[in-house]
């Protein structure tokens, strides 16, 4: 499965030329808005009469914001059937008890986090793994689907932290 969806973000990437998920969606003619209407929602996707919406929560850090869009972004490109069904609503990022919510966790990982990026900072002997997630500004359990990713397609990584389902759930 990581492979899959590892190879599904690196046609994305080199068809956009970009790992930004806004830039991605507007190239796909996804409609994204913000809103401040849901507190308890980060985010969610639909198909309503052909077109394609992200909705993401406007109160959400900045970082946030581009993990939540890189996770609808996978939705919308690994999931699409089932939007029009109904819409994928994500109060929970990273949960893993959804083969759905897994594999766009997997797939918001494989967008933000270059193999390359996570290769050069782990040979930094002077940065730890915290340092690192900062740096990339990204949270520990996003580096860790990474590694995840990298190590299903064998790379030799220590899962530092457990894959935590409900690290951006409401607190």
């Not at 069904?85 to 967008?111: G, H, Q, R, V, W």
């Amino acid at each position: 499965m990581s492979n899959y969806i590892y190879d599904k973000v690196g046609k994305l990437i080199k068809k956009y030329h970009t790992r930004n998920p806004f830039d991605i969606l507007e190239q796909m003619n996804v409609v994204v808005k913000k809103s401040s209407n849901y507190h308890n929602l980060k985010g969610y996707c639909l198909v309503s009469c052909k077109t394609t919406y992200v909705v993401i929560n406007s109160q959400l850090s900045e970082p946030e914001k581009r993990i939540v869009a890189a996770h609808e972004l996978g939705h919308v490109v690994l999931h699409r059937s089932l939007m029009k069904l109904a819409p994928m609503m994500d109060s929970t990022i990273y949960d893993m008890i959804s083969k759905t919510e897994y594999e766009a966790n997997l797939f918001a990982a494989d967008l933000l986090l270059s193999d390359t990026d996570i290769e050069e900072m782990s040979q930094n002997e002077d940065m730890d793994y915290f340092q690192m997630c900062q740096s990339l500004y990204v949270s520990p359990e996003l580096v860790s689907f990474k590694l995840f990713s990298l190590t299903k397609r064998g790379h030799a990584y220590n899962m530092p932290l457990n894959l935590n389902s409900k690290f951006l759930g409401n607190k």
